[in-house]
């Protein structure tokens, strides 16, 4: 996981997240990360168009951003 957010801090490019707040709702979101810090993440989120800062250990997953090739949508 701190790959992934080390790779998006360094190259500025985003990553997929599966975040839980404090409500208990999950969500995923794509983030281009700006800081690191011992339990949070500082991100601009694209979903939102908003910086973000994500607690570390609600982050249930991280993955590289799926590419949807071809898909057209009516």
Known sequence: MLGLFMSSLEKQIPVEIMYMN????ITDRLIIVKGIEYNFIRAYCLKKRQPRIFIKANILS???PRIRKGVNHA
């Not at 404090?22 to 709702?25: L, M």
């Open 22 to 25: 404090n409500k208990g709702a």
């Open 62 to 64: 991280t993955a590289k």
